[in-house]
């Protein structure tokens, strides 16, 4: 079955960097987008970063934008969320997530990592 | 920059009720909308897309309709497990949600 597991969170210094895993199983993982999606404590949804299927397409929220950076291995099936310059309103838990290749929906998730930016 | 408002905030029903969720576009997006479930502590789960197509696994008592500015998620008769926040999307852009409490 599709799995997708984030790791990598944590707590980190304002101003310092982190990088984000998510581990795809079960599915093709070259054939689809991936996206990363973020969610303040007790707020509501963000979308943060979309890649194409080979790499060759990405985009940002406008609130990360020059700072995060979203890349992919389709040889170890992984996503990857490189952030810098974190700031206390980027601390949320972080959810990747699957495209379903119609739309950018988003049809399997992960358990999603905690984000903490904090001094 | 595309807005999506969900209205109500909250909405307190009882199980066996019709609900009726609202989500409102600030320009159209044509039928590009799906909806999703959370529950606490859990990721959210893709319910509807494309406004009215029903995902693998879904059951038929939720429904969508709606094109351009204006729709609904319908849920016919709810279960306990309904009970949860309902987000709507258009691509990049969530709704701020709607909380479905037990009255």
């Known amino acids: 079955q599709v799995q997708l597991a984030e790791s990598g969170g944590g707590v980190v210094q304002p101003g310092r960097s982190l990088r984000l895993s998510c581990a795809a199983s079960g599915f093709n993982f070259g054939v689809y987008g991936m996206h990363w999606v973020r969610q303040a404590p007790g707020k509501g949804l963000e979308w943060v970063a979309v890649?194409?299927?080979?790499?060759?397409?990405?985009d940002y929220a406008d609130s990360v934008k020059g700072r995060f950076t979203i890349s992919r291995d389709n040889f170890k099936n992984t996503l990857y969320l490189q952030m810098s310059s974190l700031r206390a309103e980027d601390t949320a838990v972080y959810y990747c997530?699957?495209?379903?290749?119609?739309?950018?929906?988003?049809?399997?998730w992960g358990q999603g990592t905690l984000v903490t930016v904090s001094s | 920059e595309i807005v999506l408002t969900q209205s109500p905030a909250t909405l307190s029903l009882s199980p066996g009720e019709r609900a009726a969720l609202s989500c409102r576009a600030s320009?159209?997006?044509?039928?590009?909308l799906a909806w999703y479930q959370q529950k606490p502590g859990q990721a959210p789960r893709l319910l509807i897309y494309d406004a009215s197509n029903r995902a693998t696994g879904i059951p038929a008592r939720f429904s969508g309709s709606g094109s351009g500015t204006d729709f609904t998620l319908t849920i016919s008769s709810l279960e306990p497990e309904d009970f949860a926040v309902y987000y709507c999307q258009q691509p990049y852009t969530f709704g701020q949600g709607t909380r479905l409490e037990i009255k």
């Open positions: 890649i194409g299927h080979d790499g060759s397409h990405t």
């Open positions: 997530g699957r495209d379903l290749n119609r739309g950018a929906y988003f049809d399997y």
């Open positions: 320009q159209s997006v044509s039928n590009s």
